[in-house]
C-alpha cells in the first residue's frame, strides 16, 4: 500500500502503476520496491509511506503510522539510504557513528558535546549535512548529531522538522516543506 500525492491509500500489483506516476517494481519478503520520478526506493513492511509531489505543489510527504502510531519513513542521508524514525523529541538528526561513515561523513571532525538521552548523558559529535531526503523533500546543511551507540534508526528530529509544516490527520502525518 502507497499514500501518494493525491493522499489516497493504493494497493497495487507489480508493474501497477498509481495515477500520479508510483509504480510499484517488485515485493520480497518484507520489502516492496517502488520508483518515483525515475528513482527506486525500499520500503520495508510498514512502511506504507510515500507521496509524491507535482513540481508546482511545495514538497510534501505524508507517512502512515505503523501499528505502534510511530512514523517510520526511507530516506537518504549524503545519498546514503537510511530508515527515520520521525522524532519531535529529539534536538536534531541523530545517527550512529555506523551511519555516519556509510553516508561519508568524518564525525570526528564536527563539535564535540554531550546529549540527555533516555539512556543518560552520551557524547556527541555535532556535524551539518550536505544533503537529507524523504521522500519528495530534500535539505541542505541541517544540523545532525552522531552519537558512538548503535542506533535501530536515524531520529529525524527538529533540525529537520523545523522546516515543515506538520498535520496529523489520523494515523497519518503530511510534512510539507516551509522554506
Known amino acids: 500500500m502507497i499514500v501518494t500525492g493525491d493522499d489516497r491509500l493504493h494497493t497495487l500489483r507489480v508493474g501497477q502503476l498509481t495515477p500520479d506516476g508510483v509504480r510499484l517494481i517488485s515485493v520480497r519478503g518484507d520489502s516492496a ?6 528513482k527506486r526506493q525500499t520500503l520495508a513492511l510498514g512502511q506504507r509511506v510515500v507521496s509524491k509531489s507535482s513540481p508546482d505543489e ?26 527515520f524514525l520521525v522524532d519531535t523529541g ?33 557524547p556527541i559529535w555535532i556535524v551539518k549535512l ?11 546543511g541541517v544540523d545532525a548529531a552522531v552519537h558512538e551507540s548503535e542506533m535501530p534508526f536515524v531520529l529525524l528530529g527538529m533540525s529537520f522538522l523545523n522546516r515543515m509544516q506538520m498535520t496529523r490527520d489520523g494515523s497519518r502525518l503530511v510534512l510539507e516543506r516551509r522554506y
Not at 33 to 38: R, S
Not at 98 to 116: E, M, P
Request: no cysteine; glycine share 14%.
Open 33 to 38: 520496491v517502488v520508483e518515483i520520478d525515475g
Open 58 to 83: 511545495r514538497a510534501r510527504i505524508v507517512i502512515e503510522g505503523d501499528s505502534r502510531g510511530h512514523f517510520v519513513v526511507p530516506g537518504t542521508v549524503n545519498g546514503a539510504s537510511m530508515r
Open 90 to 122: 529529539a534536538t536534531a538528526v541523530s545517527l550512529s557513528a555506523a551511519d555516519a561513515q556509510r553516508a561519508g561523513i568524518d564525525y570526528k571532525k564536527g563539535l564535540r558535546g554531550q546529549s540527555n538521552t533516555a539512556n543518560g548523558i552520551a
Open 130 to 140: 550536505n544533503s537529507i531526503r524523504v521522500g519528495g523533500i530534500e535539505l541542505s
